[in-house]
C-alpha cells in the first residue's frame, strides 16, 4: 500500500457532527512507553509522521502507571490515556481517535479502552477507538511481511531470526500463535516465542535442533519499543536471557536492538487502523 503525503480529514470532518460549530479534531497513540532514549524518540517520531500525514495535532499517552512515575521523578511529564483525554477536552479538541500501539486486545489493550469509554461517557467528545496491530486473522500475514523487512542488512542465509513477544494469559495468544505459525510458514528461517505462553523460545530452540546448519541467530523484539524486556530478557548477559540461552545451545546468537514502531511498514499498519477509526466516527 502506498501512503500520500497527507490525508484530507477535512471532508471527513464535515460528515462527524453538525452539534459542534467549530470542530477541532485530534489523534492520541497509547503505548506501554520507554524511559530509553531510543525508544521515546521512536515514539516521538512515529507522532511527527502522523501529524504529517492527517495534518491535525497528535498526542502521546503511556499505559504504564510505573513507567509515568520514574518519568515523574526524573521530572519528564507523561500522561496516561484518561488525563491525555481530559487535557484535550480542555484544548477544546471535538473528535478524537485513540490509537493503541499494542500488538493484540489483550489486558493493556482492553485498559486503554476502559479509560477511552470512561472519557466518552463523562465529556461530550466524540471518540472513535483504533484496532491493535493484531485483530484478526486477516491481519496476520501483512505484519509477516513486515516482520520480513525489518530483518539487520547482515542477515545471511542460514541465518536464523527468532522475534520476542511479551506473551500473555489473554485469550487474545492465539493471534501471537498464528503470527508464529505464518511467519515459520511464509519464511522458514523466522520464528515468533513470547516470553510467556503456549509458544516460547524453548519450542523454538527445539525446532532448531532440526536444522542441518545455521549461520547465526539473531534475537529481535516483538515488541513495540525497546524497553527492559528486550534490553534485559532478549539481549542482556543474564543467564536466563534469550541471548544467554541461544549462546549455550553452541549457537552463535546477535541481538538486533530495533522497536516495531521504528518500522515504516508496521507504522503504516497502524495509519490504515486510524483510517478506519476516523470512518467509525
Not at 459542534?20 to 524511559?35: H, M, N, Q, W
Not at 500525514?53 to 497528535?58: D, G, L, S
Not at 493503541?100 to 466518552?120: F, K, P, Q
Request: aromatic share 8%; charged share 25%; hydrophobic share 40%.
Amino acid at each position: 500500500m502506498i501512503m500520500n503525503d497527507t490525508y484530507d480529514w477535512s471532508e471527513k470532518l464535515e460528515k462527524f457532527s453538525l452539534e459542534v460549530s467549530k470542530p477541532k479534531a485530534g489523534i492520541l497513540i497509547a503505548a506501554y512507553g520507554s524511559s530509553n532514549m531510543q525508544s521515546g524518540q521512536a515514539i516521538r517520531n512515529f507522532q511527527a509522521k502522523l501529524e504529517r500525514y492527517f495534518n491535525i495535532p497528535v498526542r502521546i499517552a503511556f499505559t504504564s502507571e510505573t513507567l509515568r512515575k520514574r518519568l515523574a521523578h526524573a521530572r519528564t511529564k507523561s500522561d496516561s490515556v484518561l488525563k491525555a483525554l481530559k487535557k484535550m477536552e480542555f484544548e477544546r479538541f471535538t473528535h478524537i481517535v485513540v490509537q493503541s500501539l499494542h500488538l493484540i486486545a489483550g489486558m493493556e489493550y482492553c485498559d486503554v479502552l476502559e479509560d477511552t469509554n470512561i472519557a466518552r461517557n463523562s465529556s461530550r467528545l466524540k471518540i472513535s477507538f483504533g484496532l491493535p496491530l493484531l485483530n484478526a486473522e486477516e491481519d496476520i500475514l501483512p505484519v509477516v511481511k513486515a516482520l520480513h523487512k525489518i530483518l539487520p542488512e547482515k542477515f545471511q542465509e542460514n541465518d536464523i531470526a527468532v522475534f520476542m513477544g511479551h506473551g500473555t494469559n489473554h485469550e487474545a495468544e492465539q493471534l501471537y500463535l498464528a503470527l508464529s505459525s505464518k511467519l515459520t510458514e511464509t519464511y522458514p528461517s523466522l520464528y515468533a516465542a513470547c516470553m510467556e505462553g503456549s509458544y516460547t523460545l524453548t519450542h523454538v530452540l527445539d525446532e532448531l535442533e532440526k536444522k542441518a546448519r545455521i549461520n547465526k541467530v539473531w534475537l529481535l523484539p516483538l515488541l513495540t519499543v525497546i524497553g527492559k524486556h528486550a534490553l534485559c530478557d532478549m539481549a542482556g548477559d543474564d543467564e536466563f536471557s534469550w541471548k544467554s540461552r541461544v549462546l549455550r545451545q553452541g549457537y552463535s546468537c546477535e541481538p538486533y536492538l530495533k522497536g516495531l514502531a521504528e518500522s515504516n511498514e508496521i507504522q503504516n499498519i497502524w495509519i490504515r487502523r486510524i483510517e478506519q477509526a476516523i470512518a467509525m466516527l
